[in-house]
């Protein structure tokens, strides 16, 4: 009998944690939704044309063109572009030109929104951070009322982490490796 009680008690509990996931799967579709409805026309358009570009049907489309156009210049008798096909080169070249301008401005979107996620992933960070650390203020509270040893360790889990000492360590560090591969690769010649 204790165990289908467990059992009921487990499935409770996991239908509660399936429906906060369910519920923030959907809070951060809707958010992406309201990012996607916001872009600007321009924005959309270089969105769609980035995503043509880099399908298989961009490459298919530029064979045919590519191949009709130098099958019509060289069996015509008048062609309109004649070998090297200068013209065919002029029109490549313009469209390079639009298409890197489509894909960049497409990048410059997809970089802002991975930054709102990376600002939104700190934040999150932070907060848990801060929560475990109230957490393990209680459970030290609690272990010393039942006078219960606390591992020495926990003090230094116990003070706030710093962003800005965090930041600086993870720039000296990247620096020194930078350095020492620099090093590395002179002494290696």
């Known amino acids: ?16 944690i399936h429906k906060e996931i369910a519920s923030n799967v959907s809070e951060i579709v809707e958010l992406e939704s309201q990012q996607r409805s916001s872009r600007t026309v321009a924005e959309q358009l270089s969105e769609k044309v980035a995503k043509f570009c880099g399908s298989m049907m961009f490459v298919y489309v530029h064979i045919v063109w590519f191949g009709v156009w130098i099958v019509v210049n060289n069996t015509t008798s008048v062609p ?8 065919l080169t002029l029109v490549v070249s313009l469209e390079a030109i639009f298409l890197s301008t489509f894909i960049l401005i497409s990048q410059n979107h ?3 929104l991975a930054e709102r996620r990376n600002h939104l992933d700190l934040q999150i960070n932070l907060l848990a951070e801060q929560e475990n650390t109230k957490i393990l203020e209680l459970l030290q509270a609690i272990a ?22 965090l930041v600086k360590q993870i720039v000296k560090a990247s620096a020194d490796e930078e350095k020492n591969a620099l090093k590395e690769t002179a002494d290696a010649k």
């Open 110 to 112: 997809d970089t802002e």
């Open 144 to 165: 010393g009322k039942v006078g219960v040893q606390c591992d020495p360790d926990i003090d230094a889990l116990l003070e706030p982490v710093e962003p800005k000492k």
């Open 80 to 87: 309109f572009d004649p070998y090297p096909f200068t013209f």
């Open 1 to 16: 009998m204790a165990k289908v009680e467990k059992k009921g008690k487990k499935k409770n509990g996991s239908r509660g």
